[in-house]
């Protein structure tokens, strides 16, 4: 039998609750709601955070190395050769694989991973009208670069980008879609392929076309029932470039924008998917496609006074997690955790792809086929050498040990906004024992302090 067709779409910080039929009641996901109702929906899956601010750079070598956060090569920018890549198991099998989208992973990774692709965007963010995006190389070299005054209006300072062509005026949201079409079009339905679509949106600038920007009224956007004006201290993130897209504290009119802006981003997205999902169904290969939908990491957009993903709050550590068509389950809703890490070899599992030994992560295939199973009951979180977290199906432990020593220990059951700190309390102190105990194992299993990040905050924490 033929082996079943991948289509893989990811996304750029989309939180894990911005779809409609996960329980957000106020943004229109249509396309992304039928994956759900005809698929398998992981409620609580999870990055670990990042060795990075620009976490989504080793959110991403995780998901494409099937590894763990501090079994990566440096911070994400490469994927080493001895690590075998998502489209390097499955060229191994037979399947033709196609990259559109971002790649934050290095040009050798990208060569190694795919036979196909086009629209290629080696980079972490962009004016979403005007991509510098890169054909298909054939040779991998992915050598051509032009320069590029990036602060025009303040100095005269160039950088070599790889760009092969721009945008020029259309969303790179329609530009990936359009990749992803062309390739299905001239797909052979014999031969089975894996396509990997990654959009640069939701991520800022939040500018997309003017009938998604109308869609959502910013006055009639709830605000976050954990908005706050600002975080209660500064743990050492709030440099950071998202961090600094508001003042603080924090206008409530603008946090209202912003998720007005952030969810007509997410609905563009949404209708983008559909278009690819019709051209493959009007190909005649839906049947026979594995589709995958998630996300790279999530987003705070005004929960906690915040804006990043810089932090171990689970708005910015759950993202959505789907997997819909042939082998899987109609219609699960499953809050059993799960890390991004995980989809490498259920993917594998799902296509009887043999999982390379350097994969890491666990296949979620029998949590699906039973619900009951679990493949993990407790999740390890690290952001450079500031924060360490740990957390199970009811209590979180957050420990900061950089600019501030600080403890923070949520029930996740009582408080799922994690508003309440039941640090201190004598009631709880049992439950911090415990969850410090959980840490130190996860530092060296995860071999967390003989990274120079884990070494400088294990040195600060103790």
Same mark, same amino acid.
């Given at each position: 039998m033929k082996k079943p067709n991948i289509l893989f779409f990811f996304t750029d910080d989309q939180r894990f609750d911005t779809i409609h039929a996960l329980g957000n009641s106020e943004i229109s996901t249509p396309n992304m709601d039928k994956l759900v109702e005809n698929g398998t929906a992981f409620t609580h899956a999870h990055i670990p955070c990042g060795t990075s601010p620009a976490v989504c750079m080793p959110s991403r070598a995780m998901l494409h190395a099937g590894r763990t956060l501090f079994h990566l090569e440096g911070l994400g920018q490469q994927i080493p050769k001895e690590h075998t890549t998502l489209g390097e198991a499955f060229q191994g099998a037979g399947y033709r694989t196609f990259g559109a989208g971002k790649w934050h992973n290095g040009p050798a990774a990208y060569a190694r991973s795919f036979t196909d692709g086009d629209a290629i965007f080696f980079g972490g963010m962009w004016d979403h009208w005007n991509v510098p995006f890169c054909h298909y190389d054939p040779s991998g070299?992915?050598?051509?670069?032009?320069?590029?005054?990036?602060?025009?209006?303040?100095?005269?300072?160039?950088?070599?980008?790889?760009?092969e062509y721009y945008s020029m005026g259309e969303h790179s949201t329609d530009?990936?879609?359009?990749?992803?079409?062309?390739?299905?079009?001239?797909?052979e339905p014999a031969e089975p392929f894996l396509m990997y679509v990654s959009f640069l949106a939701p991520h800022d600038p939040r500018s997309m076309p003017r009938k998604f920007k109308e869609m959502y009224d910013p006055e009639k956007v709830s605000l976050p029932a954990n908005f706050l004006e600002e975080h209660?201290?500064?743990?050492?993130?709030?440099?950071?470039?998202?961090?600094?897209?508001?003042?603080?504290?924090?206008p409530e009119a603008e946090i209202r924008k912003h998720i007005a802006e952030y969810y007509g981003m997410i609905s563009h997205v949404?209708?983008?998917?559909?278009?690819?999902?019709?051209?493959?169904?009007?190909?005649?290969?839906?049947?026979?496609?594995?589709?995958?939908?998630?996300?790279?990491?999530?987003?705070?957009?005004?929960?906690?006074g915040l804006m990043g993903k810089q932090n171990h709050y689970e708005h910015s550590v759950r993202v959505p997690m789907i997997f819909s068509g042939p082998g899987?389950?109609?219609?699960?809703?499953?809050? =059993?955790?799960?890390?991004?890490?995980?989809? #490498?070899?259920?993917?594998? &599992? *799902?296509?009887?792809?043999? %999982?390379?030994?350097?994969?890491?992560?666990?296949?979620?295939?029998?949590?699906?086929?039973?619900? =009951?199973?679990?493949?993990?009951?407790?999740? #390890?979180?690290?952001?450079? &050498? *500031?924060?360490?977290?740990? %957390?199970?199906?009811?209590?979180?432990?957050i420990e900061y040990a950089g600019r501030v020593r600080e403890t923070q220990l949520f029930d996740l059951h009582n408080d799922p906004l994690e508003t309440v700190n039941l640090y201190g309390n004598p009631e709880y102190d049992e439950v911090v024992r415990q969850k410090r105990t959980e840490l130190k194992k996860y530092r060296d299993e995860w071999d967390d302090e003989l990274h120079p990040l884990g070494k400088s905050y294990w040195s600060n924490y103790e």
């Open positions: 070299k992915y050598d051509k670069r032009i320069l590029f005054t990036e602060n025009f209006s303040y100095n005269n300072a160039t950088k070599q980008i790889h760009c530009v990936i879609a359009g990749a992803a079409l062309n390739f299905i079009e001239k797909a209660p201290f500064d743990f050492g993130a709030s440099h950071i470039r998202d961090e600094v897209l508001l003042p603080t504290p924090r949404d209708d983008a998917i559909g278009r690819v999902i019709a051209g493959l169904n009007a190909k005649g290969m839906l049947d026979d496609t594995i589709i995958v939908l998630a996300g790279d990491n999530g987003l705070a957009v005004g929960q906690h899987v389950p109609k219609g699960l809703k499953l809050d =059993q955790y799960a890390y991004l890490l995980d989809i #490498y070899p259920t993917l594998c &599992d *799902l296509a009887g792809v043999e %999982k390379p030994a350097s994969v890491e992560g666990h296949s979620l295939l029998p949590v699906m086929n039973d619900p =009951q199973k679990t493949v993990r009951n407790t999740l #390890y979180f690290a952001y450079v &050498d *500031l924060i360490r977290s740990v %957390k199970d199906e009811r209590f979180k432990l």
